[in-house]
Structure formats: structure tokens, C-alpha cells
């Protein structure tokens, strides 16, 4: 008989709990789809693309967040069944009424929560499995491969972790549930709809001193996030954040009072149809939930900001990979390690000393294969002498040009200029097939591959500018090039000095060394190959000892010849699976914050709406029409759904603007068109819950009065 009961109430309650049965099967799909990355059909088409090991360091990211998103999912329930369980004392009063004991209500709603769970878990698992399938052909798109041996994989381990994330979350709200319902008296059963009635605003008052506070708190925040920047997580950045959150819960505690004072003193709309009514409505529901209304909006905050710079962010990582690829593959000796690496440092300055600096003659000497698999190579040294050479910050203030980023331009400011061989650069021009640049003697070309640097590299490429250099003056050729001087994941080439050969060897006259060199390959073989017989002549020239080994190199690591070694598939690997890595942490946490936010907020409008029906009756029975009370509910239910999201902009506003300033425009990123998309998005998903509410929530009004409204 109960278990009839619990089938029935299941049955009656479906259009009231469709905004939380969706939300909840969303959830499931989206928790077990992001977790069954790992086990993806596209990994049996990524031989000699990309590794498994991306997918594994991408899978244990999402792991890690699943923590959290389990925690919002597991919260979005309990709080959901907190207002539903209300909505429905009076019901469980009247089976206490008709005999039933508190333990058979209790296994009404255990069995109740029992079917809603298995409904929803079987149904997010069904769209879960296809959304995996749909995130294998994404992923493949992301890594420009085929998807030729197309296959449906299942992952039992997402299957598991989404069984056991979701059972807990049951096993919880079942708990709740059943002692809510033991906990509470007949009386209390049967009366809490009329203690409802009562309207709880907040004196003005105290809602004007708790507004201007609370708008004094956000300003303070914006401003210390603004001056301190997000270049690092230092104390301005948590006291920014603190703000912001004190700020937005007492905002929220003080706006009913506010808004109340205000209103009621604009008697022209004060008095105007059902202006009263609904202002008074409006009022005592964020009174209410102020503290959920709070939460609701710092995390709609944290989804617009991860929406908003998630797609920016993969553009850094990845928009430069056609720079940063123009070589085969490229050996980095970085020379200014030696004099921190004791006595490999002295050994590697004196190895480079017998060979002249020459890489390419110590790796065809060390390794025999080298001949066989190199058809060209370009080595160019990089120099920034100390003395008697201009500095990039005198060179600013000169030229009166600057970075947009002030802890850059610290960071730049106190830097010989570089400088870098005629010659060598347009072998490396040659290699990666541009047109060779020319000098005449005493001048100098620009060479700049960086956005951050870019008005300071024009400017200092406009003719008549002179630049000393190791005690010579050089005058600009008006020469502006953007170069790449090595395969790399990150171009770095700034504002360098591309100076005549003469130039270079009196530096070296005078004792200068290279402060890093690059050997820059063009194979014989395909890409596959030569990255394999790159990797075994490293090996011949300089056998790994345990330490190189222990850090994951092939090859014993030094000053000179070779720090490091990057193929141009490895850059594409790494660049495809940053990409994928933040793309889908930006999709899993932005989307599952957003529904959340959403359906917390349409559950608590179906329950304010079921809880207000006498007040409707009562205007219905003084005569209101249909449009009058409808409109009222249509202003409610959106002003509550605006009113967070419209806060919440504001501080994602201020925090992107921070991120687009510090990070994004220093690599030439802007975030305008993700914002946008954001924006889109965020109104496609939140403004349907926003109307899936109002005509759930119109029903239910509509249903309980029948034809008690006119017109």
C-alpha cells in the first residue's frame, strides 16, 4: 500500500518536480560524460598525434573537480528537497490525521526519493552515454585527427564514480527527508500553510545602512582586485575576494528593506495595479532566502567568469602554434644556467669552448645517425651584453613607450637589449622559408614575435632611433620582422636587435658568450622517424645519467649543447592537450554551476508559488483578472531570477576585465567574442529555466483557482 502511495505521489508530482527531475538528470549525464574522458574511442586513432598520457593528466583534473561538482550537485538536492519537503507538511499532517505513523510517512518519502533517484540516474546515464560519444567526436575535432575506427566505448569507471557520487547523495537526502518529517508535529504539519502567509521585510532603515555597506564592500573589492591585479594569488587578491563575498550576502540581506523604502515613496507606481502586491512579494522572498539568493550568485559569478576566459585561455595556449612550429624540431641550449649549475656549468662552458659555440659540429661528431636524418640546421646565439648596452626600460622611458602590464615591465625594464647575428637569423629565416633581411652597416632590424612587446618593437624600429650596444651606437634600419627563432609552445622572441655579423664578433672579442643558442632541424625523414632518431642521437652525444632520467629526459641535460629538445609534434601534442584540458574544465564546471544556480532558483519559485496561493485567491475573490495576477507572477519569478545573474555580472565584469588586462592582451588574446558567447549562452540555458519556471509556476497558480479569475 505505501509503496502504491509513493507510485501515485510520484505520478501527481510530475509537472511540479520537472525543474528538478531535468536538472538532476542533467547532472548525472554531465558528471559521468566529463568523467569518461579517459576511456574515449578517439585514444584508438592517437598513435603519433597525441599521447594517452594527455588524456590521463585531462582525466585526473576532472576527477579532482568532480569533487566539487559533486559537492554543488549534492547541495542543489538537499536544498531542493529542503522547500519541496515543506511544500508538502500539510499533505503528510493529514496522512498523520488519518492513523498513518510517523514511520510510514517516513517510508512514503523514502520510497518516493528511492524513485525519483533510479529515474533520474537511469535517465542521466542514458544521455551521459551519448554525450560521451558526442565529446569523442569533439575531442577529435580538437586534435585535427579522423575518427576512422569509430567505436561506442562504455567506462565503467565514470559508471562507478557516478553510482557512488549519486547514491551518497540519495543516501543523504533520504536521511533528511525522513528526519524532517519525524521531527515535526502534527500541528506543525498541519500549519506551517498558514504561517507561510506572513511577510518578513526588514526595516528601512536597516536596509539602507546594510545597502550602502554593502555597495561600499563591492566597491572596496573591485578597486583592491583592480589595483593588485591577477598576476599572482597574493593578498590582494584574497582580500578582493572576501569583499566581494561579504559584500554580496549583505546586499542581498539589506535589498528587501531597500527596495521597499524606495518604491513605496514612488506613489505614482507604488499604487498602480498590483505594484504593492508584487513589490511586497518580491520583497519577502529574497528577505527569505537572502542566503541562498547569495550562494546563487557567486557561483553564477564563478560560471560567466570561467565561460568568459576558458575559450580566451585555450587561445594563449595554442594561438601561436603555427609560430611556434615552423621547424622540424629545435635543440635550446640555455647558457645562462651555467653559472648556477657549479661544475657542469664550468664543463659545459668549456665543451662549448672547444667546439666554438658550434652545435651542430658537436651532435655530427657525437652521433652517428645525425648525418642521416638532418637535411638542414640553423643555429642562432642569442646575446644581451651587460656593458656599455642600452636597456629596454631606458629605451621606454626614451621613446616614452610601455607595457600594459606594470609587473612586466618591472620585469623587463633592468634588461640589456638582445641582440642576434645578421647571418644566423636569416638562416633561420631561410630554414623556415621567409625572405632573407638586409643591413647596411651601422643599423639594426627589430625582430618581435611577442604581442606584449609589440609597441615597443615598432617604436624602436623607426628610423633615426639609436641604440648602444656593447659600446657601439646603432641606428634603426626602419626593418620591422616578426620571427620565431625556435620550435616552442610559447614563442618568447621579444624585441630583439637583429645587428650586422661585425657587431657580434667584436662582442665576442671582448669576451661575450651567448646567453642562449638554438639549433634549429629540417629532417629527411618523415616527422615520426625523426623525432625518433633525434631522441636516440641526444642520447649518443650525452648519455642520460640517473638524474636526467629521474626528471624524464632521454639525454643528460646541461648549459651547452642541450638544455632541452622540442619536435613540432610535441608542441602540437602539448598545445592540443592544454586546449582539451581547459576547454572541458571551462564546459564541466561553467554548465554544471549555471543549471545549478538555475534550477535552485526555479525550485524555490514553484514553492513560493504553491505557498502563496490564498494571497491569489484573495485577489482573484476582490476582483483581479487573469492578466493582472499573471503579470505580477511573471514579474516576480523574473525579477528573482535577474536579480542575481545582474550582480553577478558585475563581478564577473571586474574580474575579466582584471584577467583580459594582466593575462589575455599580453599575449594579444582578447575576450570580447567568448564574452559574448558567454552571454549567449547564458541566456539560451538561464532564460529557459527562467520560462520553464513562470509556466510551471502559472499552472499551478491557475489550477488552484480555477475560475475564481476573471477576464
Not at 476 to 500: K, N, R
Not at 532 to 548: F, N, Y
Not at 619 to 645: H, K, N, W
Request: hydrophobic share 50%; with cysteine; net charge negative.
Amino acid at each position: 500500500m505505501l509503496a502504491k502511495l509513493a507510485v501515485r505521489n510520484v505520478r501527481r508530482s510530475v509537472r511540479d518536480y520537472a525543474v528538478y527531475f531535468v536538472t538532476l538528470v542533467f547532472g548525472v549525464a554531465v558528471f559521468y560524460a566529463f568523467n569518461s574522458v579517459q576511456g574515449q574511442s578517439v585514444l584508438f586513432d592517437l598513435e603519433g598525434v597525441a599521447s594517452e598520457g594527455v588524456f590521463e593528466l585531462t582525466g585526473q583534473f576532472l576527477e579532482m573537480f568532480s569533487v566539487l561538482i559533486a559537492c554543488v550537485l549534492g547541495f542543489l538536492v538537499v536544498y531542493a528537497n529542503r522547500f519541496l519537503i515543506r511544500r508538502r507538511k500539510r499533505e503528510f499532517g493529514t496522512y498523520l490525521l488519518l492513523g498513518m505513523r510517523p514511520g510510514q510517512v517516513s517510508a512514503i518519502v523514502l520510497m518516493e526519493t528511492a524513485l525519483v533517484g533510479a529515474a533520474s540516474l537511469a535517465v542521466g546515464l542514458a544521455l551521459g552515454f551519448a554525450l560521451s560519444q558526442g565529446l569523442s567526436f569533439f575531442t577529435a575535432g580538437l586534435f585535427s585527427i579522423p575518427m576512422q575506427r569509430y567505436r561506442f566505448v562504455f567506462s565503467g569507471a565514470a559508471l562507478s564514480q557516478t553510482l557512488l557520487c549519486f547514491a551518497l547523495i540519495f543516501v543523504v537526502v533520504a536521511l533528511f527527508n525522513t528526519l524532517s518529517v519525524r521531527r515535526c508535529r502534527l500541528i506543525d504539519l498541519l500549519g506551517a500553510h498558514a504561517r507561510n502567509e506572513r511577510f518578513g521585510v526588514r526595516g528601512p532603515w536597516a536596509g539602507l545602512i546594510g545597502f550602502v555597506v554593502a555597495i561600499a564592500l563591492l566597491a572596496w573589492a573591485y578597486t583592491t582586485l583592480v589595483d593588485s591585479g591577477l598576476t599572482e594569488f597574493g593578498f590582494g587578491f584574497w582580500k578582493a575576494t572576501a569583499l566581494m563575498v561579504a559584500g554580496t550576502f549583505l546586499l542581498f540581506w539589506s535589498a528587501a528593506g531597500f527596495a521597499i523604502a524606495v518604491v513605496e515613496r514612488w506613489r505614482g507606481a507604488y499604487f498602480k495595479g498590483l505594484a504593492m502586491f508584487t513589490t511586497r512579494q518580491v520583497a519577502s522572498k529574497v528577505n527569505t532566502a537572502f542566503l541562498s539568493l547569495s550562494v546563487v550568485c557567486v557561483m553564477l559569478f564563478f560560471s560567466l567568469t570561467v565561460f568568459s576566459t576558458g575559450s580566451s585561455f585555450v587561445q594563449v595556449f595554442t594561438g601561436n602554434i603555427e609560430e611556434g612550429t615552423q621547424f622540424d624540431a629545435s635543440v635550446a641550449a640555455d647558457v645562462w644556467r651555467a653559472p648556477a649549475s657549479a661544475d657542469g656549468g664550468e664543463q659545459a662552458l668549456a665543451r662549448a669552448g672547444s667546439w666554438d659555440w658550434d652545435m651542430e659540429a658537436f651532435f655530427a661528431d657525437a652521433a652517428p645517425e645525425w648525418e642521416g636524418f638532418v637535411e638542414e640546421a640553423a643555429q642562432v646565439d642569442l646575446y644581451q651584453p651587460a656593458e656599455d648596452t642600452d636597456t629596454y626600460g631606458g629605451l621606454m622611458e626614451r621613446l616614452g613607450v610601455g607595457l600594459s602590464s606594470e609587473s612586466q615591465e618591472e620585469g623587463l625594464a633592468p634588461q640589456s637589449v638582445g641582440v642576434v647575428g645578421l647571418s644566423q637569423f636569416n638562416a633561420v629565416r631561410a630554414l623556415a622559408g621567409h625572405e632573407p633581411v638586409e643591413l647596411s652597416a651601422g643599423t639594426y632590424a627589430v625582430n618581435n614575435a611577442v604581442d606584449l612587446t609589440e609597441d615597443l618593437s615598432r617604436a624602436m624600429a623607426e628610423e633615426g632611433v639609436k641604440v648602444k650596444v656593447g659600446g657601439q651606437t646603432l641606428a634603426s634600419s626602419g626593418v620591422y620582422v616578426e620571427q620565431a627563432l625556435s620550435t616552442s609552445t610559447f614563442v618568447s622572441d621579444a624585441a630583439m636587435l637583429v645587428v650586422p655579423d661585425e657587431v657580434v664578433e667584436a662582442l665576442r672579442a671582448a669576451g661575450a658568450t651567448p646567453y642562449a643558442s638554438y639549433l634549429d632541424l629540417a629532417y629527411r625523414v618523415d616527422g615520426a622517424e625523426g623525432d625518433r632518431l633525434l631522441s636516440e642521437a641526444l642520447a649518443h652525444a650525452l648519455p642520460p645519467d640517473e638524474q636526467s632520467l629521474a626528471r624524464g629526459y632521454g639525454f643528460a641535460t646541461s648549459p651547452w649543447p642541450a638544455t632541452v629538445a622540442f619536435t613540432a609534434a610535441e608542441v602540437v601534442e602539448q598545445s592540443g592537450g592544454m586546449r582539451m584540458m581547459i576547454t572541458y574544465l571551462a564546459l564541466y564546471i561553467g554548465f554544471v554551476f549555471l543549471i545549478t544556480t538555475a534550477a535552485l532558483l526555479a525550485v524555490q519559485q514553484l514553492s513560493e508559488a504553491s505557498d502563496s496561493l490564498p494571497r491569489y485567491r484573495m485577489l482573484a475573490e476582490l476582483g483581479c483578472d487573469r492578466r493582472m495576477v499573471l503579470r505580477s507572477l511573471a514579474i516576480q519569478v523574473t525579477v528573482y531570477f535577474l536579480a542575481p545573474l545582474a550582480v553577478a555580472a558585475c563581478h564577473a565584469s571586474c574580474a575579466v576585465g582584471v584577467i583580459a588586462r594582466d593575462v589575455l592582451e599580453q599575449v594579444g588574446v582578447s575576450v570580447e567574442g567568448p564574452a559574448l558567447m558567454t552571454a549567449a549562452f547564458t541566456a539560451l540555458v538561464y532564460g529557459s529555466y527562467l520560462l520553464v519556471t513562470y509556466f510551471a509556476s502559472r499552472s499551478i497558480v491557475r489550477a488552484s483557482l480555477g475560475r475564481r479569475l476573471l477576464g
